[in-house]
Every structure is written in structure tokens, then in C-alpha cells.
């Protein structure tokens, strides 16, 4: 027996439930009183987060109004709390699922935890990498959830780690690829021995915070409980890393077209990579702001490279690099499948949910915690990612055209000045 628990603990990731002890688990003298204890917690909890959330201003509220919304304006939300949109936004989502009262998160502890992440954001200055870009990805990835049915497959602790994973899985980014990091033997890099550099550091990072007790928003959560939830944010997280892109896609596609069931972990971890890379899947105004950010965010690393004297990497000369045309391939090769994947994946989900349920239920509709879904909304999400998609491209193909004309101009203008 203690052969085969070692070899199970050394060589699988498996981990047995750890049972509490009998003076450990909670007495009731009977279910009425059970019930009764949970309402009185909860309604402290709620009270307790109401007191603590200052009133939010017209322009906030206005914000939050959309929040399960695909054309959500995260830049509005920080310009209306100052700079808090991803302590603001995680805080909402926490409440609006219930979760800050089924897990007893602490409000003090969730406010220490979500301002030192917000600090850990502009620790390097970034444009692109910022505790906005991180909003924006919690917000997409609910979203995603929501608009797909998926959410209504999840486990109230899924649903916490996914909010988790999308907040953290960018915390401390240096603004550099990981191929920087490599390429000039960072201590990061030296670290996590060249793998996922940047990725296992967000997550190990976050993870630290939460060592500290006046930050850590697990507290109440049982042993077995904790051990689930790191399990998925660390797998969640670790498969941002773009590396892994194909190998994501391969796997999911295998498994719906073979018709195995499909594996949690794997199914949310290819939803959080969607929500890092949806931007071009969004409206144009969104898009250009944050592919303006993105690049400049690549065009400091190509300048670090030139002046380290090292190849610079693809995408980061400020000189030549064709942006239009860049992001006209992303969409076509990465963005447009990835999507068209998740929504596949979603179908396959969710459908058997939907032909599961309560025969009392509205046809062609099934309940997750009070929020209503129909078959209709997957139509409807597919038709709208792909519409903003197809018009990215064009506005980007109009760009290309608007400079072949001012590059001909500019030729003739020469040649007429030769002439002369």
C-alpha cells in the first residue's frame, strides 16, 4: 500500500480528498438550524461587501451595466475609477455569481489581495500587459462563459478559478516575450529553466500573495477545495502561453470530432487563451486602441534587441514592420479558428445540458444559479465575434490600400520632381 501511494504521489497528479476530522466538521442540532446559519451568513457577507464598496459615479455604473456584454468598453471603466478597473470589475463579477458569500471571502483580504495585484500590473510600465488588459480578459472570459452556455456546466468553484486565472495570468508581465527572456538568460528565465518563462511566473507570483494572510481570499475554503482550485488556475494560467496554441487546438478538435467527452480543465484553459487573444474579435474602436498599445509594447523589446545587438524578433521593428497585414493574418490563422473552436467545444458542452433538463424549465433552456440561457444565445455570439472579425480586416485592408496610395503618390510626386 505504501509502494503504490508513493508511486501514485510521484508519478500522477492526482490527489486524494482530504477528509476533515470528526471534531473538525461542523454540528447542527438539526437541518433547520443548518439552513438557517447559511442565510445568516450570507446576508453578512452581503452587508458586509455593500458597506465596504464606496457608491460608484454615474459614468462606473453606466459601465457595469454592460458588463455581460461582448462590446464592453474596459477603457471607459478605467477612466471612471481611476485607474481600478480590474479591482472594480473582479469585485462585481465575485458578487454577481455569489461567490464573495459561498466561499467567505473576506472583503478586507480580497481588497489587499486585488490592490497589490493592480500594483504588480505597473511594476515594468507596460502599454499593453496592464491591469487594464487583465480587466478586460475576466471580463471577456465571463463572458465568453456566459454568451456560450458553458457556465452553465461549472461548478461554483470553476467559476471562481476562471476569474482567478484570467486576473492573475498576466501579474508582473515584463512587457518582453519569453523568447527575450531566453535569448538574453534573464533570472527568470534562469528560473523556470526557459519553459513557459513568463507564464509560471505570473501564477507562482499570485500565488505568493496569498501566503500572506491579510491577503489571502482562500482562507475559509477546505483543504480539498484549495488543492482543486490552485490545480486549475496553474493549468489555466500556464497555457497562455502561445507555444502551446496548436497543441490546444489539436487536442480539442481530436476530442470533438472523435466524440469523447470533453475534459474541464482542458475546455477552460483553451477559453481563457481565446479571451487573452479576442481583441481583434471585437469592435474597431476596442481593437485599435489595444493593438496601438501592443505594438509599441513590441517595438520597445525590438529597440532592447538593437541595442543588445540580437536578432530583433518578428513583429518588433518599429521600422518595418506591416501591421495591417499582420493583423489580417492573426485574425485569419489564429483568432477566427480559435473562436470557431470554442463555439464547436460549446455546442458539444452544452447541448446535453440542454436535453437534460427540467421538464418544468421553458423549452430549450437551462438555469445556472438564476441566469437564463437558450440555444439561441450560441447563434447569436458566433454571428457577432465573427462580424467584428470580418470588419477588423477590412478596416485593416482599407489601411493597407490608403498607403499603396500615398506610397504611388509619393513616387510620381518624385518622379514629376526629377522631371522638372
Known amino acids: 500500500m505504501e509502494v503504490r501511494d508513493w508511486l501514485a504521489s510521484t508519478f500522477t497528479q492526482r490527489v486524494q480528498p482530504i477528509s476533515r476530522r470528526p471534531e473538525e466538521k461542523p454540528k447542527f442540532r438539526s437541518i433547520v438550524h443548518a439552513v438557517q446559519a447559511g442565510i445568516f451568513v450570507e446576508r453578512m457577507f452581503r452587508r458586509v461587501y455593500s458597506a465596504a464598496m464606496p457608491d460608484q459615479t ?8 454592460d458588463m455581460d456584454r461582448w462590446s464592453f468598453d474596459v477603457f471607459a471603466l478605467d477612466s471612471g475609477t481611476s485607474g481600478h478597473a480590474l479591482k472594480t470589475l473582479f469585485i462585481e463579477l465575485i458578487v454577481k455569481h455569489q461567490l464573495n458569500s459561498r466561499f467567505k471571502i473576506p472583503i478586507s483580504c480580497l481588497m489587499s489581495f486585488l490592490s497589490e495585484l493592480e500594483r504588480g500590473y505597473s511594476k515594468h510600465m507596460n502599454t499593453y500587459h496592464t491591469h487594464t488588459h487583465a480587466a478586460d480578459v475576466t471580463q471577456t472570459l465571463h463572458c465568453l462563459l456566459l454568451r456560450t452556455g458553458v457556465l452553465n456546466w461549472l461548478t461554483e468553484l470553476e467559476v471562481l478559478a476562471c476569474l482567478v486565472a484570467a486576473a492573475i495570468h498576466d501579474y508582473e508581465h515584463t512587457g518582453t516575450t519569453n523568447n527575450f527572456h531566453v535569448q538574453t538568460q534573464s533570472e527568470l528565465a534562469m528560473i523556470y529553466n526557459d519553459r513557459s518563462v513568463q507564464e509560471s511566473h505570473h501564477v507562482s507570483a499570485a500565488f505568493k500573495l496569498l501566503q500572506d494572510e491579510t ?54 484553459t483553451l477559453m ?4 487573452d487573444i479576442s481583441h481583434p474579435a471585437k469592435p474597431w474602436i476596442l481593437h485599435s486602441r489595444w493593438i496601438q498599445a501592443l505594438m509599441e509594447e513590441f517595438f520597445i523589446q525590438g529597440d532592447k534587441e538593437a541595442e543588445l545587438e540580437l536578432t530583433v524578433s518578428p513583429l518588433c521593428d518599429r521600422h518595418n514592420t ?13 483568432v477566427d479558428p480559435t473562436f470557431s473552436l470554442i463555439t464547436d467545444m460549446a455546442e458539444k ?51 493597407i490600400n490608403h498607403g499603396s496610395s500615398e506610397q504611388r503618390d509619393e513616387t510620381e510626386l518624385q518622379k514629376s520632381s526629377t522631371t522638372k
Not at 58 to 65: G, P, S
Not at 322 to 334: N, T
Not at 365 to 385: A, H, N, P
Open 58 to 65: 454615474a459614468e462606473v455604473l453606466n459601465c457595469l451595466r
Open 215 to 268: 491577503m489571502n481570499i482562500f482562507i475559509n475554503l477546505t483543504r480539498q477545495e484549495w488543492v482543486d482550485l490552485r490545480s486549475l488556475v496553474i493549468e489555466m494560467v500556464l497555457g497562455t502561453d502561445m507555444t502551446f496554441h496548436v497543441v490546444q487546438m489539436k487536442a480539442m478538435k481530436s476530442c470533438i470530432q472523435q466524440h469523447d467527452s470533453i475534459d474541464k480543465a482542458r475546455a477552460l
Open 349 to 399: 458542452i452544452v447541448v446535453p445540458l440542454l436535453q437534460n433538463e427540467n421538464p418544468e424549465e421553458p423549452q430549450n433552456s437551462t438555469r445556472y444559479r438564476g441566469l437564463q440561457w437558450s440555444g439561441s444565445e450560441l447563434v447569436s455570439f458566433k454571428s457577432t465575434w465573427r462580424r467584428h472579425s470580418e470588419e477588423n480586416k477590412s478596416r485593416w485592408r482599407e489601411e
Open 322 to 334: 506591416p501591421v495591417p497585414q499582420s493583423q489580417i493574418s492573426f485574425i485569419d490563422f489564429i
Open 272 to 275: 481563457l487563451h481565446a479571451a
